[in-house]
Each structure stands twice: as C-alpha cells, then as structure tokens.
C-alpha cells in the first residue's frame, strides 16, 4: 500500500518536472546578441533589436527579448505592432543603451513603441546623451528640437519597471493615445537647466499610473495634456524640475476635451519651479474642463510656486485677445500639503474671468516662506470653493 503511494508521488512528482521544463522550454527568448548585438557601446544594435522583436512579436506565445549587461549603442527604433501575443516582456536589467549624441538625426522620438498591447520592461538605462543639444538651445543657436527618448503610441496593457532614462535630448518619456499604462520604479535624470526634458509627458490616455519615480530634470517631472482621464501619480520625488502639471492647455483648441480624475499622492518637491500647477492658456475659444483632481499628502522643501492654478497664460502678452481662458476647472482638492514656499505667495488660485474656478478645495495646508519659516500668502481670483482643517497661509476662497 505505502510503496504504491509513494510510486504514485513519484510519478507525479516527475510528471510535474517534466511539465514545467517543457512549457519553460516552450517560452520563445531572444537574446539580442544573437542577432549580433554587440556590448562595445558602437555597434549600432538597430538591426539586432528589431530582429529580436520581430521574431518575438510574430510569437503565439508571450515571448522575451533579452539585452545583457553591457554598452548598447542605438541609432533609432520603432518596434511596432500589432502582434500575435499579448505577453512580451524585454529584460534589460544591467544593460545601458545609448543614443546618438550626433543631435542632427530627424527622428521625433528615439525609441519608440506602436500599436503594442501588453508589453513589460524590466530594468535597463536608456541614456539620450542630450547634453550638446542643451548646450547648442542654450548658447541660442539655432538648433533642432531634438527627439523625446521613449514614446509609448497608440498602445495599451504596458509596464515599464525599474526602467531608468539620462539626459534625453527632449521629453524622457512620452505616453501618446495609450490606455492602462504602467510606470513603476523609474528614476529620470538630466540637469535642472536642460531644456525641455520633461519627465513623462502624458496625453490622450487614460488609465495611466506612475508609481515610485525619482525625477531630477529641467522642465516638468510629469504633466498631463488633453485627453488625459483616470491617472494615478504616487510616490514620486521630484527637482529640480518644474513639478507636476496638468497642462498647458489651451494654446490650441482641445481634442481631448481636457482632463479628468488625476490623483497625485506622497509626492516630495525639492527646489522645484512648481509643486503642483494646473495651467491653460488665456484664449476665450479653446474650451475643454478640467475636473475632479486630488493633490494629496505633498511634501514642499523651497518650491517657488507650491500650489498654482494659473488661467491666465499668455506669454508675451501675444495671440489672446479676450485675456481669458475658455476651460473649465472644477473639483480639484489640495489636501495635506505641507513644507516651505521659496516665494510669499504659497498659494495662488488666479482662473479665468469668463469661467471662474468651482469647487475648488483647501484642506490641511501648511506652508511657509523661505527657510526662516516666514509667514505665506494665498492669492485667489476668479475662483469658488472652501477650505477646511488648517489652513496656512490662511485661505483667500
Ligand atoms: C545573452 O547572450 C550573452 C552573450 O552570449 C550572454 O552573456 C548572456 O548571459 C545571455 N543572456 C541570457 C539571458 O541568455
Ligand atoms: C478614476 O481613476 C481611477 C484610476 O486612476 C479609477 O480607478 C476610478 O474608477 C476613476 N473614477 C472615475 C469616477 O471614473
């Protein structure tokens, strides 16, 4: 009797070995230096990549890229869909790609993903070796726009994790017409003064979530355009930088109808333009809303603008006759923000005359002017709402 039990244990016990050995078997990998990717940071791995991709790609069954350790030099690429599986996973744990720092290349985006549902990205450095294009805008030359580093397009079921993106010529990351897009752990550097290098530039998706960043870089750590609804922002670090922002909006007429439910949560600003803005342009006809948005639990240290909604943008005073913008900001709540303002006015709610902020919200805010802790003030215009807790500087609403 025992020794049948025990034939039976074994029995299933190798059925089972043998089992996961061959469905492991059957994962298809590709290691991109078979496709003669070498890690000498020079060869350019273009060809070698979008081999790698298009065999995983035509797989009926998640397949895997895999970049070792090592220089990977990239001129430029699109990996694009759609695909036969649903389940592709790129590990590059260890691996650095680099760019080109040639900036002259006529690409908008380095690398970019298209028409791809459900793809996962673990870890690898993606370096855009900006730097002499900073140099070339800032010496006011006249020089290329250069090109966002990664774009996720037209996409949806995307996770980027523990990924890592330096000194992009342009935004680090782009998420265009995508849904349910995930960015966990990411870390974005390039210099406080590089020029637009926004963090993750967000717009025309939905169900987006960014959990766990450290963004250091010279423009935006994230910002929201139109066509953005049900974001999720928490646990981020950033500055310097311009902070987070829901928008600019406006400068031309909205296709997205604006944003909608954003919540950004446990986020420390360091030395930072901003801290957390929602910002449209001062045109009368460019209509849209921006709606129901939570800042929430927000730690400032030396912010020169904490909290700002400002309607009233109009650089150059040029091309907006009526001085009054046509969007509509509704439901937004600044709750449990606290930390130093690195200007008096900590708090500045300044919306449209033709269309006044509504329900706009103060609760629990403390912040103060400068490293003395000297008192703040709030500035509100155009705007209705209520405050409630502790409010300091005290609430204009
Ligand atoms: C990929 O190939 C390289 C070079 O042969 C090797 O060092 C590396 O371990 C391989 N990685 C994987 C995950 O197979
Ligand atoms: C707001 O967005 C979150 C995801 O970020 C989602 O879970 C929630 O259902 C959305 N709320 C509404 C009212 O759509």
């Known amino acids: 009797m025992a020794k049948k039990l025990i034939m039976r244990f074994v029995t299933f016990f190798l059925l089972m070995i043998l089992a996961t050995t061959k469905s492991a078997s059957l994962i298809p990998s590709y290691n991109i230096t078979d496709f003669g990717a070498k890690p000498d940071g020079l060869t350019d791995s273009a060809k070698p990549l979008l081999a790698a991709w298009s065999k995983a790609c035509s797989s009926t069954k ?16 699109e990996f694009s869909g759609p695909c036969k599986n649903i389940g592709m996973r790129i590990f590059a744990y260890g691996a650095t790609v680099v760019a080109s720092s040639d900036y002259g290349s006529a690409f908008a ?16 450095k993606f370096d855009g070796r900006g730097k002499p294009l900073w140099a070339c805008k800032m010496a006011g030359g006249n020089c290329p726009t ?52 926004d963090g993750i530039h967000i717009q025309l998706s939905s169900a987006v979530s960014v959990s766990g960043a450290d963004i250091r870089t010279g423009d935006d750590c994230i910002s929201l355009k139109d066509g953005d609804a049900d974001v999720d922002i928490e646990h981020v670090e950033c500055g310097p930088g311009h902070g987070i922002s829901v928008g600019s909006l406006g400068r031309d007429p909205l296709q997205g109808g604006g944003v909608r439910n954003v919540t950004v949560r446990s986020v420390t600003f360091t030395g930072t333009q901003n801290g957390v803005r929602i910002k449209t342009w001062a045109k009368e006809n460019n209509g849209g809303v921006v709606k129901e948005v939570r800042f929430e639990d927000v730690v400032m240290n030396g912010v020169s603008n904490p909290i700002i909604v400002d309607q009233n943008y109009c650089p150059e005073k040029k091309g907006c006759p009526k001085q009054s913008s046509g969007i509509k ?16 006015i900590a708090v500045k709610l300044d919306c449209s005359e033709s269309n006044p902020c509504s329900e706009i919200g103060l609760d629990n805010i403390d912040l103060t002017y400068g490293e003395k802790k ?18 300091i500087p005290p609430s204009c609403l």
Not at 156 to 178: D, M, P
Not at 329 to 344: C, E, L
């Open 62 to 77: 998640p397949a895997s890229i895999f970049i070792p350790s090592g220089t990977f030099f990239l001129s430029h690429a």
């Open 109 to 124: 985006t380095w690398i970019t993903f298209r028409q791809v549902e459900g793809l996962s990205i673990y870890g690898g």
């Open 146 to 197: 250069g090109a966002t580093s990664i774009t996720i397009i037209d996409s949806k079921q995307i996770l980027l994790s523990g990924v890592t993106s330096l000194n992009s010529q342009l935004f680090h990351f782009n998420i265009y017409r995508s849904t349910a897009v995930t960015l966990r752990s990411i870390t974005i550097s390039a210099a406080g003064d590089s020029p637009n290098t």
């Open 329 to 344: 900001i509704s439901g937004v709540s600044f709750k449990n923000i606290m930390g130093t303002s690195a200007t008096k």
């Open 374 to 391: 000297m008192a703040a003030q709030s500035f509100c215009r155009n705007v209705n709402g209520r405050s409630s807790g502790l409010v």
